[in-house]
């Protein structure tokens, strides 16, 4: 079975940062997508950043440029590096996986979720 456990939410003021963390274990094998999504009050989940199973990372326009994210593929974990946060990113992050490639920003793309880390923004 497919575990993901986010980790390293909080709460910032704006212009400040944080590092998520996602522990993924299980029957996955090597090749696999592994990506960040947010979900605010009354929104939609979007794609915050994803690995798409083949190297590549696609990062949503929003966050392009203050996001990044690296995988340590040793120990199954996916980090998201998150600078010059804003209120707007302000939303509940989960960590999602899939088996099958390519991947995308898109929430269909994925069947495995994780709880999901609080992250709370201050202007």
């Known amino acids: 079975q497919v575990q993901l456990v986010e980790s390293g939410g909080g709460s910032v003021q704006s212009g400040g940062s944080l590092r998520l963390s996602c522990a993924a274990s299980?029957?996955?094998?090597?090749?696999?997508?592994i990506g960040w999504f947010r979900q605010a009050p009354g929104k939609e989940r979007e794609g915050v950043a994803v690995f798409d199973g083949y190297g590549e990372i696609n990062f949503a326009d929003s966050v392009n440029g203050r996001f990044t994210s690296s995988r340590d593929n040793v120990n199954n974990t996916m980090y998201l590096q998150m600078n010059s946060l804003k209120p707007e990113d302000t939303a509940m992050y989960y960590c999602?996986?899939?088996?099958?490639?390519?991947?995308?920003?898109?929430?269909?793309?994925?069947?495995?979720w994780g709880q999901g880390t609080q992250v709370t923004v201050s202007s």
């Open positions: 999602a996986l899939d088996i099958f490639r390519p991947c995308g920003l898109r929430s269909g793309d994925f069947h495995y």
């Open positions: 299980g029957p996955f094998g090597s090749s696999y997508c």
